[in-house]
Each structure stands twice: as C-alpha cells, then as structure tokens.
C-alpha cells in the first residue's frame, strides 16, 4: 500500500485560501488515483475531490464548485487542492485516500493520511 502524508491545513479567515498537499510514499504513486475528502467534528467523513492517475479524469462535490481545485504531479508523488473563497462550513478533517479508479465513496479508498485540519473562522 502507498504511504500518504496531508499538510497545508491551518487557520484562515472567511474569503482566504489554503493549499494542501498529499505526499505519497513508493514508485507507484502515478498507478493511483486520489481522493480528498473532509470530515467535520460529529459528521461523517464525505467527498470533496478525486483525480484519476494521468489527472484527466476529476470530480468535485457540488459544494467545492468552482471554488477547489484539485490537481497533482506524478514526478512529485504529491496531489493537491487549491482552496479558495473559503466558508466557516468548510472547517474540517481534510484527508487524502488512494485506490486504483476514481471514487467518490470513502468506503472505496483502502489507503489513507492521517489529515489536516482546515479551521475557516467567520
């Protein structure tokens, strides 16, 4: 199993923005596709973002649109998501998850970070 470590999460202020990134351990980081996803205190852990292995393929949740980005590079073992207009609800767990085809059900995903937190103050 791939080996993956979040960083990036901090403090910020409503309207700000936050990149996290997601380094991955081992030569096969381009063979997986990845996933992030958040988890609030006292919610379930949902969907926010995954890339395919050549970054072709990408999904969103509804509620990152236009405000996310997610991208990454295979030379660099690493993906990332680019946070923008950040909202209070977006304060978080943010975690990133590997598996061979995207996904957006974390049930999916058999390799995981330990995540960052993401706090969005009003």
């Known amino acids: 199993q791939v080996q993956l470590v979040e960083s990036g999460g901090g403090l910020v202020q409503a309207g700000g923005s936050l990149r996290l990134s997601c380094a991955a351990s081992?030569?096969?980081?381009?063979?997986?596709?990845m996933g992030w996803f958040r988890q609030a205190r006292g919610k379930e852990r949902e969907f926010v973002a995954a890339?395919?292995?050549?970054?072709?393929?990408?999904r969103y949740a509804d509620f990152v649109k236009g405000r996310f980005t997610v991208s990454r590079v295979n030379a660099k073992n690493t993906v990332y998501l680019q946070m923008n207009s950040l909202k209070p609800e977006d304060t978080a767990v943010y975690y990133c998850?590997?598996?061979?085809?995207?996904?957006?059900?974390?049930?999916?995903?058999?390799?995981w970070g330990q995540g960052t937190q993401v706090t969005v103050s009003s």
């Open positions: 890339i395919s292995q050549s970054g072709v393929t990408i």
């Open positions: 998850a590997a598996r061979f085809g995207v996904s957006r059900d974390p049930a999916d995903f058999g390799s």
């Open positions: 081992g030569r096969t980081f381009s063979s997986y596709a």
